[in-house]
């Protein structure tokens, strides 16, 4: 069990790494980057997704700056694991894909 400090640790480790997306011009790191955020976004990491999954739509603009620079390989295993999590959000018609589709983060294609 973690302690209260590590937990705060950890919570602040976590948002502070997110500041250093999106990751675009390091062709080589990208994949690993995304694909770890793929992994926290797909265990429903709190940290990460915010309270209500309140920091998803700024990670789905992650994705979309990764994807509008080709970041990551279109043939990349990565890049499927991207693209079905933003489908699985755009189906979902929740407040995030509102919110994306308002900004033009995602489009209704």
């Known amino acids: 069990m973690i302690s209260c400090k ?8 976590y948002l502070y790494r997110l500041t250093w997306l999106p990751v675009v011009e390091d062709e080589d790191e990208a994949p690993h980057v995304y694909g770890y955020l793929c ?29 509008f620079r080709e970041a990551v390989p279109t043939d990349h ?11 699985e959000i755009q189906v979902s018609k929740t407040f995030v894909y509102i919110y994306c589709y308002n900004s033009r983060i995602i489009s209704n294609t």
């Open 39 to 67: 992994d926290l976004i797909e265990a429903n990491h709190a940290v990460v997704l915010g309270t209500n999954n309140a920091h998803l739509p700024r990670l789905i603009s992650f994705f979309a700056e990764a994807l």
């Open 77 to 87: 295993p990565v890049m499927s694991r991207i693209l079905s999590i933003v489908r």
């Open 6 to 13: 590590q937990e705060f640790c950890l919570k602040r480790f």
